[in-house]
């Protein structure tokens, strides 16, 4: 059994994709889904840098690999700004999520 | 010659490793673990360095070598201490639990 | 063989890993479980022969976005009283949501099956590689080839912490950034601000310069550098600088602008950001000099945040 | 040789999977990030042997960079846990911090 | 040195430089945004000479050509854009000044301002001079991230939390897009947007592809059911700043989804998609229309307003895309949607700006206490209802010009639908814009507090926008013809 390295690691770039979409959608909290976007980003990441390996005689293609290394620093920079967005909210309204998700202060609303 | 010391060095560090996880999964409190970790861990990466020094084609790449050791067990060890004063019973002000929220409540209390 | 069984273990734990981030119910055990992704897929980016992105991922993904996070989950802990539910409570939207997750996941991997032959650009690159003034072909796509993408990156990185500092409190406007660290003297937190930033100094100067030949390069060692800075300054050994220091913003911009007016001088050699070949080894290392120092500048402030107001400082 | 090198970064995988179980476990936010400490160090020892495989000796800059910001983490965790972030874990109680946090350095 | 290089490096750079300066220079900020004005003017109007002269610009960055290196094209439709962009810059920066002033000490919002100011321009001008798919994305992500920083610059809860929503849309379309770019660089070796024209064919991966970045880009602009971060995200902003966000940065996301699919993957167009983003657009048209219609802020009214506009923009994909690319009546549909485009670019800013000054005398935004604001406020209740006209398609304005291209190409393409959707949005344009209008012309009340005086000047800007975008229908026979250079494949008829 010989499964090549693109291979495997491309499938698993689409679960983290499909992983990190769940998170996205389902949680409330804002932190949470940005870290899950930040899983996406990284299985997307993985997908595109697994898809440039196809062939390992010829090596990674460099052209990915630098795109990839931007889309990592531009991820980042999206990260820190809506942590600190968050980080501001929350001084003021008290909440880790956005007013239509905030349950909180609903009686019926705790958890299972 | 020179692989067979590398296979003996790498298979002496992997067991450290083992043991270290074994201890971090079975001890029973925080301290413990902890104690038990920063060696077994600390000492594997060491022997497997070792085991690999012997095959890098370089003296820089043998200074990256010890760099990297060293670097390991001086994180791991100032922050074993750090991590031990956190992990200390009165360590975890109130703000933490909130932090974690209720959910993990039965987690929280020792098993 | 053996290779296969490595990539499928270190699949699953990298799946599992990323399970408990976006799954599981503590939000910090959430963060930890990120950090710990971060460390596992750098080994993935080795094992697909990209060191480049593996240097990347180990310095931001495993390092600086666990640091925003645990941070920002610290402040929010303190700040918001009670949290909201931390998963959606309808099961018939959970279900859904995992379906749609589900179908996606598999149609997206189903492209990635039949993608057809590839056709990558190695050649391309290859070919032209004597010509960028970089000989490791990663830092020629970055900085020669592709190099309008990396300078709009550099500014997005700016835009970023543009956005941050809107978020300061009037009153705390021009002060220094982010919170005041104290330790005392001689504990164990100050030793290590002490040993450590020699030995980061050193490690990011050396990604920059060796980045030309081989894997590195200035957003790697930029983080390096920004890492040294942030322990420094929580370990208390330095105080955050102001927002409104001179000094401060002169290396927060000075990368970005040598770049663009490289570019801008571009033209007269032919067409807008070209490198004449004969220039363009120095031009680059001297291009990932000031980039290596706005990125740092820059990341380091993305960590610290805005400024605050004196009293909490 | 080069199987050997992957047969031990294999073991090492999995002694990192039951370093993620204490994570999942806790209890204690210090034992998750101990754990994650372990993923560290066990993460650099598998570079090194996937350097050693692949005779990449460059690929040990990525074991060094993640040493040195395994550490950048774990402070920015200590520091997490005391104030707004900005005490010396090492002052023994958050009360005797909040004491000395009004007073000029 | 040519001149086109050096008008495309001056309309890239010049915002970027005024931006880092500005960054600098905390004080210095109208000043500095004076000088990227005349600079970017300056390039802008080489590159339109040129363009109209000797057609479409192409520009190797580096001198590295395709697939290597990235491609800049200015065609027809980038200068179309580049052109509007400026004025209506120059205009938002004008009025801009005074409430973002310099001042003795720097303060914090009119420091961050201005670099985000310039920046949010030199990311527009990135996105239309660029060629390939990966280098918009980076641009499309620094316009996000400055978008988003300008939704929350006054630091309130609402605006914090709009800001927030917004970029939850926003990280979720931008990760959709690089799915989209990855798994077409994986197929075919390229991002660049005239090689892939050649090689996107109808694989799955070409499917999903395409799926992936117009479902990234439709939540970029917003486009029903990805709408619900737009209203509150554009009203909550100060005037400056929701003029720039209504008015120009949607028109960024939408114009990399005509590059994308009449331009990269023009075969890949199904009539089904193409029916379902028309469709979509409809849906937005009438649900924004309907929600501006009962709301009691004007800002709102006006945020609204923009969900139903955007929507019809969408017209262009059953219109001129897929078959009907071909057709005579594509050129028509194609220029009244660009034209829609750009009008709107003009004259929302234009009524943003009239709002702030509206708010500046009154201190609020709220329907009643606007009565009479026309004997305090002439010019700008003026400008404002030249800008309705354009926003309801009268003639003669550009929006008239729009609508009578678009629902002439309805018509000959046998979809008659689309037309009537456009007189619908005519009407309810003119319902929602009524109220506010009415109120403005109205007698004030007796014990209205007296209106802040705004000087004429100020009130200049915006009235120059509404103006540009009627002049835009009483001279449109140019910049139809403009708009037509470079346009890909089809036909290049006219319908006038």
């Known amino acids: 059994m ?62 990915p690999q630098a795109m990839i290394i931007t889309g990592i620093v531009v991820a980042l920079s999206a990260t820190a700004l809506a942590l600190a967005l968050i980080v501001a909210h929350a001084r003021l309204a008290r909440s880790d999520a956005l007013p239509e998700d905030d349950r909180s202060g609903d009686p019926d609303e705790g958890r299972p | 010659m020179i692989d067979l010391f590398t296979i003996v060095m790498t298979a002496a560090g992997l067991i450290f490793f083992a043991a270290g996880t074994l201890g971090l999964i079975r001890f029973p409190d925080t301290h413990s673990r902890l104690h038990a970790l920063t060696k077994a861990d600390n000492l594997g990466l060491g022997l497997i360095a070792l085991g690999l020094a012997v095959q890098v084609p370089g003296p820089a790449d043998l200074f990256k070598l010890i760099l990297i050791w060293a670097l390991a067990i001086l994180a791991a060890g100032a922050t074993a201490q750090l991590v031990a004063r956190i992990a200390a019973p009165a360590g975890l002000g109130d703000d933490e639990k909130a932090q974690d929220g209720g959910s993990d409540g039965q987690e929280r209390r020792r098993p | ?117 590839p056709q990558g650009l190695q050649g391309h690159v290859a070919e032209n590689l004597a010509a960028s003034g970089a000989e490791n072909p990663v830092t020629a796509v970055l900085l020669n080839f592709r190099g309008w993408d990396t300078l709009l990156e550099s500014i997005v990185l700016l835009a970023a912490l543009l956005g941050i500092w809107t978020l300061a409190q009037d009153e705390a406007w021009g002060g220094r950034a982010g919170l005041r660290h ?50 420094t300054i929580m370990a208390g050994l330095m105080q955050a600088p102001r927002v409104a220091d001179r000094a401060l913003r002169a290396a927060l911009v000075i990368g970005p602008v040598i770049f663009l007016a490289l570019a801008v001088a571009g033209i007269f050699a032919g067409a807008f950001l070209v490198l004449p070949p004969a220039h363009a080894g120095w031009l680059i290392l001297a291009v990932e000099a000031v980039l290596t120092l706005s990125i740092a500048a820059t990341l380091a402030m993305l960590v610290f945040g805005p400024p605050e107001p004196e009293e909490k400082r | 040789m080069s199987s050997w090198y992957l047969l031990v970064a294999t073991g090492l995988l999995l002694t990192i999977a039951g370093a993620l179980w204490r994570v999942w476990r806790g209890p204690e936010q210090a034992d998750r990030m101990m754990a ?70 | 040195m040519t001149a086109s290089a050096l008008a495309l490096a001056l309309i890239l750079t010049a915002p970027l430089f005024g931006a880092l300066a500005a960054m600098l220079m905390g004080r210095r900020g109208p000043a500095i945004a004076l000088a990227t004005i005349i600079a970017t003017a300056a390039g802008t109007l080489i590159l339109l000479v040129i363009i109209a002269t000797e057609g479409a610009v192409h520009l190797a960055i580096g001198g590295w050509e395709a697939p290597l290196g990235i491609q800049l ?11 509007t962009t400026a004025l209506v810059m120059g205009a938002i920066l004008a009025v801009a000044a005074k409430p973002f002033a310099g001042g003795k000490t720097e303060r914090r919002s009119a420091y961050t301002f201005w670099p985000l100011a310039l920046l949010l321009w030199g990311a527009l001008n990135a996105i239309f001079l660029s060629g390939d798919l990966f280098n918009l994305y980076v641009g499309l992500e620094l316009l996000t991230l ?54 996107v064919g109808s694989a799955p991966g070409d499917i999903v592809a395409a799926a992936a970045i117009t479902g990234g880009l439709a939540a970029k602009t917003a486009l029903f059911p990805f709408h619900a971060w737009l209203p509150p995200a554009h009203s909550g902003a100060p005037a400056p700043a929701s003029a720039m966000l209504s008015g120009l940065v949607p028109k960024a996301s939408f114009y990399i989804l005509l590059r994308f699919w009449f331009e990269a ?90 709002a702030g000054l509206i708010i500046e005398a009154i201190g609020h935004d709220r329907l009643p206490g606007m009565k009479g604001i026309v004997r305090a406020l002439p010019m700008t209740v003026f400008a404002f209802a030249l800008a309705a006209i354009t926003l309801m398609g009268l003639p003669p304005s550009g929006g008239f010009t729009a609508k009578y291209l678009m629902m002439t190409a309805s018509f000959a393409a046998g979809q008659p639908f689309w037309a009537l959707m456009l007189i619908l949005a005519g009407l309810l344009a003119a319902a929602y814009l009524y109220r506010p209008l009415a109120l403005a012309f109205a007698l004030p009340d007796e014990d209205a507090p007296a209106p802040k005086a705004v000087s004429r000047a100020r009130q200049f800007a915006p009235l120059a926008l509404a103006l540009a975008a009627i002049l835009l229908g009483i001279l449109s026979a140019a910049p139809f013809a403009f708009i037509q250079i470079g346009r890909p494949g089809a036909a290049v008829e006219g319908l006038e």
Not at chain 3, 202 to 226: C, E, I, M, N, R
Not at chain 5, 347 to 353: E, I, P, T
Request: charged content about 10%; some cysteine; proline content about 3%.
């Open chain 5, 146 to 199: 400055v978008a988003v920083a300008l939704v929350g610059i006054e630091g309130k809860r609402e605006t914090l939390a709009a800001a927030l929503r917004y970029m939850m849309f926003a990280l979720m379309g931008s990760l959709l897009y690089l799915l989209g770019a990855a798994l077409l660089y994986a197929a075919h070796g390229t991002l660049d947007i005239a090689l892939l024209a050649e090689r």
């Open chain 5, 265 to 354: 993957a023009p075969d890949l167009a199904g009539s089904g998609v193409l029916m379902l983003l028309g469709g979509l657009g409809a849906f937005a048209m009438v649900y924004g229309s309907l929600l501006a219609l009962h709301q009691d802020r004007l800002k709102l009214i006006i945020a609204y307003s923009t969900v139903a506009q955007l929507g019809y923009l969408f017209f262009i994909f059953p219109l001129a895309g897929g078959e009907s690319a071909a057709q005579p009546w594509a050129a028509g549909a194609w220029s009244g949607a660009i034209f829609h485009a750009l009008s709107h670019a003009m004259a929302k800013a234009s009524m943003f700006l009239c």
């Open chain 5, 73 to 83: 094209r200015a065609d027809g439709l980038a200068g179309g854009f580049i052109a």
């Open chain 4, 36 to 105: 994650a400490q372990l993923v560290g160090t066990g993460g650099v020892g598998v570079i090194l042997l996937l350097a050693a495989m692949s005779g990449d000796w460059a690929m040990l800059d990525v074991a060094l960079v993640l040493a040195l910001l395994a550490a950048l983490a774990a402070i920015a965790f200590v520091k997490s846990t005391r104030g707004e972030g900005e005490g010396d874990p090492e002052d023994d109680t958050p009360e005797d911090r909040a004491s000395e946090d009004g007073a000029p350095r």
């Open chain 3, 182 to 231: 104290v330790t005392r003297p001689g504990s164990v937190l100050a030793q290590f601000g002490r040993i450590l930033p020699p030995i980061g100094l050193l490690v990011g100067v050396y990604l920059v310069w060796a980045g030309s030949k081989q894997p590195g390069g200035a957003f790697q060692g930029g983080t390096v550098l920004a890492a040294v800075w942030i322990v």
């Open chain 3, 1 to 117: 063989m053996i290779a296969s069984i490595f990539d499928l273990t270190l699949c699953l734990v990298i799946l599992a890993a990323a399970g408990a981030a976006t799954l599981g119910r503590d939000a910090f055990m959430a963060v930890v479980f990120y950090i710990v992704y971060g460390i596992l897929i750098a080994m993935a980016w080795l094992r697909l022969g990209a060191i480049d992105v593996a240097l990347a991922e180990a310095a931001i993904g495993a390092g600086l976005t666990g640091v925003l996070l645990l941070a920002a989950l610290a402040r929010v802990a303190r700040k918001a009283g009670k949290e909201p539910a931390s998963a959606a409570s309808v099961p018939a939207t959970t279900i859904a949501t995992a379906l749609a997750a589900l179908v996606i996941t598999i149609g997206i991997a189903y492209a990635f099956l039949t993608l057809p032959e």
């Open chain 1, 2 to 63: 010989v499964l090549s390295a693109s291979l495997l690691y491309g499938l698993c770039g689409a679960a983290l994709i499909g992983l990190g979409l769940y998170g996205f959608v389902v949680h409330r909290r804002l932190i949470r889904r940005v870290l899950a976007f930040n899983v996406i980003g990284s299985g997307i990441f993985l997908l595109f840098g697994a898809a440039a390996y196809r062939d390992p005689v010829a090596g990674s293609d460099p052209v």
